[in-house]
């Protein structure tokens, strides 16, 4: 069994890498700093493991590693890489807005559709898509991020309908977690205002959900009863809370 993570230098990617490896997945891990890369083969000996550095920001970069590794039979796809940008929609720099975009969303999205064909030939594997609970809310002063997730929650919802709807044996999943103990808090430059949930412990559930074949996945007792919440406020109430809790993460 073969498993390909994006975004597998470091947090959720790294330790979804070490779970897998744990299961004996070989392993193909996707990401820009080689250097994190390399380390983490050394780490996980037991298997084997490709590394491949690629910045899927740049949308020929997906294709490629498409080709690159498309005869290696990927059983089991997880798109991981992804950031956030944070600030007023109108004072966020344009340019690091699409790169969000093309990460956050266009990666995903040409990923899952290559390799779900190849999944449909042989009617077997597994695909994760990293969303958020940003995906269920909208998210003023986090705009471009809770949009980006709330596109991976539709679209992998609507693929899983479409392969039950098949009788495909394939799963798809969309792993929806409150904040996570990782680097994600830098990149974005904020802090959350309520405590992390440890990367390993979701990274884990994530992984096991899936094979399950859990369709959203939601780790932590907080996430769910807040989920439960919403269906109780309108869009606007929502809105505002979710501004206000934004711009305690300055």
């Known amino acids: 069994m073969t498993a390909l993570i994006t975004g597998a230098s470091s947090g959720m990617g790294c330790d979804m890498a070490r779970y897998l490896a744990e299961k004996n997945y070989d392993l193909i891990l996707v990401a820009r700093r ?12 037991n298997v084997n493991v490709k590394i491949i550095e690629k ?30 940008v944070y600030g007023e929609f109108v004072e966020v720099e344009l340019e690091r807005e699409l790169e969000l975009i093309n990460t956050n969303i266009k990666a995903p999205h040409i990923l899952t559709k290559l390799f779900l064909r190849d999944m449909y030939d042989r009617n077997s594997g597994a695909i994760l898509n990293v969303g958020s609970a940003a995906g269920f809310l909208p998210g003023p002063r986090f705009s471009s991020y809770y949009a980006s997730k709330n596109y991976v929650v539709r679209l992998t919802e609507a693929i899983h309908e479409e392969i039950r709807r098949r009788g495909k044996n394939i799963k798809i999943s969309v792993l929806c977690p ?37 369709m959203v996945i939601t780790p932590g007792k907080l996430l769910k009863l807040t989920k439960f919440l919403e269906h109780f406020a309108g869009e606007k109430l929502l809105t505002r809370m979710s501004y206000t809790v934004q711009s305690r993460r300055q």
């Not at 910045?55 to 590794?69: G, H, Q, R, T």
């Not at 996570?180 to 979701?202: H, I, P």
């Open 34 to 45: 080689r250097d994190r890369l390399e380390e983490l083969k050394h780490e996980l000996n």
């Open 55 to 84: 910045d899927l920001s740049k949308e020929e970069n997906c294709f490629s590693l498409y080709e690159e590794v498309r005869d290696d039979c990927v059983d089991f796809l997880i798109n991981n890489a992804g950031f956030g």
């Open 178 to 214: 409150g904040p996570v103990k990782t680097e994600f808090n830098q990149v974005a430059d904020v802090r959350f205002a309520v405590k992390g949930l440890e990367s390993e412990y979701v990274a884990r559930y994530a992984v096991d959900k899936t094979l399950a074949g859990k």
